[in-house]
């Protein structure tokens, strides 16, 4: 009969304190990501040499018809909540599509300025 105790194997690690680390890094990025809204309507902007990158945050939508896209509302309405935010930043990125009409776009301009933006980008894709 043998009396002496069955050699012991080591103990495998844990791997329960890297899960834990995942999962607060998961969570970490989540609640710090910030996810880009979809364009309201399909938009080509036009071809031109860039010169840098639009600075402003704030984004009007311009479709080739002329109709207007802010913050999910459409049309007047959409200038009505221009007006408001103007107030905050008076720097606006604009998003048109390039075959938007040359009239309605310096009519949109003028309407832009009376809202109190006092310059206005506009956004190009690279030639």
Do not use: H, W
Not at 97 to 116: I, N
């Amino acid at each position: 009969m043998d009396l002496i105790d069955p050699p012991r194997r080591p103990r495998a690690e844990s791997i329960v304190p890297m899960i834990n680390v995942v999962f607060l890094l998961l969570i970490f990025f989540l609640m710090t990501s910030r996810l880009a809204q979809p364009d309201p309507f399909d938009i080509t902007p036009p071809a031109a040499g860039l010169e840098g990158k639009p600075e402003a945050e704030v984004t009007l939508y311009v479709d080739k018809t002329g109709r207007l896209s802010f913050d999910g509302i459409e049309g007047e309405a959409a200038l009505a909540q221009l007006a408001t935010v103007s107030d905050q930043q008076a720097l606006l990125q604009v998003r048109a599509d390039a075959e938007l009409e040359a009239a309605k776009a310096a009519d949109l301009l003028r309407r832009l300025a009376t809202a109190g933006f006092a310059r206005v980008e506009l956004v190009v894709s690279p030639k």
